[in-house]
């Protein structure tokens, strides 16, 4: 019978007398994901040889666990048997009061083997031990009630009674925050902090690149401010710098598509803020580039959760690295069910034939979303069945230059122009399109009344959200 092979939450050993490297790989394997498994009476290519199991085995295996590892853990510990009568031993740990040592030693699972800690690595684990105690997000900050956005705050507070998460209507910031348990006498904790107080450190640096050597940026933002505006602000760069179709097939007003989801993208942007490292001032980061979009944000994922197993679906676990802004955004509505949002980017992103992928980069975690390259190569005027969304047919590309006749094919293509430019004019439209700045504004108007367009902020300095269709 064979086990499979080893891996970064698999070890196994031939024999009992392999007792010491087997204490150091649940060491190892605890401090770099929380669980695992490790077998005696197995070669090193999983195929099980088999041992002498008796009660004394397996009580001489869990006393070498309790003198080894510190602090505690309490495997399982159990006498296995093959169909064709081998014997082997199969210990079963998990632990999330790390980092843990094995005889005095810290050690770390990378791939099949097991290394020590580097001073920095042993850094990190106990400000993460630290954090699993007393999470950053909670703690006082020197910020107070006087620092808080309150119009931030008035609309957070309505996004959560529209959910039906938050009870009470706004009165005033103290109340608000007392009542989000984000409050300490006068003094913001945290969470409220990061999320309704102004920073005035770079928050998202946001580029468009030639190349992965990133020698050659063609266009680079940076912006601070409050969480909510960073997070459109990323949102808005994206799909105003991605491709887009829009479906002219439909009888009322054209829904427009992106070429990666806009759902999505807002999910990863919020995460990338939501469960970035905050202790740090490095700012998340958006790399534009002609075969994908990728999302940097400070801070791997914390210790016992893995990206790919989310991505596959084996893990929905709720453990956060910032526990008290992930319950606060998910009582506005601003983000879904814990454990949940990874699952939700694959599932819209697979839709789309979108590849996505999580990368650890020694700034943290990257999140790439490989472009659609049937969706690049697609000619003005072609139509593009097999990669829309939903199954969606009868979609063209438009060409910004051709003077558009019909109200519909007018809507769809400022529509259009707005996803790429939020802060698009009338007469900037008005020019693109041929029509004339009154057609426009009219046209604006109506997309607004049909609920396909929303203004926020003034005339000026105010910019467009375009309403995606709920197909999307």
Known sequence: MNLGQEDEYTEFKKTTSELKEGMESIAAILNKHGKGVLYFGVNPDGEVCGQDVSESTLRKISQAIGNSIDPTIYPIVAHEKTPDGRDYVKVAFSGDDGPYTCNGKYRIRRADEDVIMSPSQLRHHFKEAENRVNPWDGRISDKTVDDADEDTLRKFVERGQKEGRIPFPYTNAKEVLERLGLLEGDNLRNAAAVLFCPSIYTGIKMGILASHARTDILDLKQEAGIFFDLIDKGEYYIISNIRNRVDTSTGGPSPVYFEIPRAAIREAL?????????????????????????????????????????????????????????????????????????????????????????????????????????FAQVSPGDTVPDVTVNDTVNVTVKNPQTPLR???????????????????????????????????????????????????????????????????
């Not at 910032?322 to 949940?340: F, Q, V």
């Not at 007469?427 to 504004?441: G, K, L, M, Y």
């Open 270 to 374: 919020m995460n990338a803020f939501a469960h970035r490292d905050w202790q740090t001032y490095d700012a998340v980061v958006v790399d534009i580039y002609s075969d994908a979009v990728e999302i940097t944000s400070p801070g791997w994922f914390i210790e016992g959760q893995d990206p790919d197993r989310h991505l596959s679906g084996e893990d929905n676990s709720s453990i956060s690295r910032n526990p008290l802004i992930s319950r606060t955004l998910y009582r506005s509505g601003d983000i879904e069910a814990y454990g949940t949002g990874i699952k939700r980017i694959k599932e819209s992103c697979d839709a789309a034939n979108i590849r996505v992928e999580y990368v650890r980069v020694p700034s943290g975690t990257k999140l790439v979303f490989h472009r659609n390259d049937a």
């Open 406 to 472: 019909g109200k519909d094919s007018r809507n769809a293509k400022i529509l259009e122009l707005i996803a790429r430019d939020s802060g698009i004019t009338a007469e900037e439209i008005a020019e693109t399109t041929a029509a004339s700045v009154r057609t426009v504004r009219r046209a604006l108007k109506e997309l607004q009344d049909n609920g396909k367009l929303l203004r926020e902020g003034s005339d000026k300095a105010g910019r467009w959200i375009v309403v995606e269709s709920k197909e999307q």
